[in-house]
């Protein structure tokens, strides 16, 4: 099985290296490593899947099942688990297919797990705009695969919740309250969408996960969450909850003015990853988008996992041969001075 988060260590440091490390120390730090990182030469590592896709036509369980055999993920590892696929579902418009996670990748994913030997994949959201769920998930077209499939959905924003510590500690939030359902799945996987964000600048696999959180207990749109921050709240659901496999939706996806009010653009891939760091880099590298431009992403570096390139290997397609700037909004404060600037 390979390992989905690693330590390399490198070879000790000479004098004059260490010197020249004291000299740019405080620029390793800006861009995510810290000063200790360097010195000591351990660096987390991990892995990333770029599966190219045209159409959502395109046989999407059967490249989600290379990306898994790519990434290590192993029938034994999958045999007996519960799963939990979390969508993004944002707003009820089933002709919008940049908005949500479209319905045949939700179908790809649960038929790519059930051929592993999966016990039960259950499909869960907790949208933010929206009180009525149902109404998101009968609109998007996702209520229509999950018919005819016979897989169950769960409705996070009304499920009773149980507090956890916050692990993240980067907000004021001694507690993160998760819909129960989380304790009794074996993986939680984020399958996303390829945004661009008017307050995050991307929201990808660690964005995503904004919709686990039950409205019942943290508002409409997860105001509790905005008002500690959003790069803040983001780090701590995800350093909290640790999920455990990200795929992300790029076969259309949306640029400008997202998460909403965007338009859609044809990236042409299914990018998947255990680390979720490493998919979010990934992915804004292919959006043209530098990852250590955005917040929550350079606070992650060498934390929650690695964003620089070097420190992830890829596998399928290169992220240049599928790179596609997506459209960033100059007047928008988070798309301001965010833009990749070598390829």
């Not at 099985?1 to 010197?19: V, W």
């Not at 120390?25 to 770029?50: E, K, P, Y």
């Not at 939030?173 to 945004?195: E, G, H, I, N, Y």
């Not at 570096?301 to 909004?329: C, K, M, N």
Request: aromatic share 6%.
């Amino acid at each position: 099985m390979t390992t989905p988060l690693t330590r390399t260590e490198q070879p000790t440091l000479s004098r004059r290296q260490l010197l020249k490390a004291c000299v740019v120390g405080g620029g390793l730090a800006v861009s995510g490593f810290s000063l200790l990182h360097w010195l000591t030469g351990s660096r987390l590592t991990a892995q990333t899947f770029i599966g190219h896709a045209e159409t959502y036509e395109a046989d999407l369980a059967k490249l989600i099942r290379q990306g898994l055999q790519e990434l290590g993920v192993t029938p034994s590892e999958i045999n007996g688990k519960r799963i939990l696929l979390k969508p993004n579902l944002v707003e009820p418009h089933k002709s919008l297919s940049h908005i949500n996670t479209h319905p045949l990748v939700v179908r790809g994913a649960v038929e790519a797990f059930l051929h592993l030997g999966a016990a039960s994949v259950v499909v869960a959201e907790g949208p933010g705009h929206r009180h009525d769920t149902l109404l998101v998930l009968e609109e998007s077209g996702l209520a229509d695969v999950l018919y005819e499939d016979r897989i169950p959905f769960q409705d996070l924003n009304t499920m009773e919740g149980v507090s956890l510590p916050n692990v993240g500690g980067q907000t004021n939030l001694t507690t993160l309250t998760f819909p129960r359902l989380v304790q009794d799945v074996d993986w939680v996987v984020s399958l996303a969408k390829m945004k661009t964000h008017h307050w995050a600048g991307a929201t990808l696999s660690m964005k995503n996960f904004f919709g686990v959180m039950p409205g019942n207990y943290y508002g409409w749109p997860k105001n509790v969450l905005h008002q500690a921050g959003i790069p803040q709240s983001i780090l701590d659901i995800n350093a909290t909850l640790k999920p455990h496999l990200a795929i992300i939706d790029g076969i259309t996806g949306m640029e400008g003015d997202g998460p909403i009010m965007g338009t859609p653009v044809q990236a042409g891939v299914l990018v998947m990853g255990r680390n979720l760091p490493a998919v979010d880099a990934t992915c804004c590298r292919i959006m043209g988008i530098n990852p250590h431009k955005i917040e929550y992403l350079r606070k992650a570096d060498q934390w929650l996992g690695p964003i620089h390139e070097s420190l992830i290997e890829q596998r399928g397609e290169s992220w240049r041969t599928v790179y596609h700037p997506f459209a960033l909004v100059p007047e928008i404060p988070a798309h301001q001075g965010i833009r990749l600037s070598q390829v």
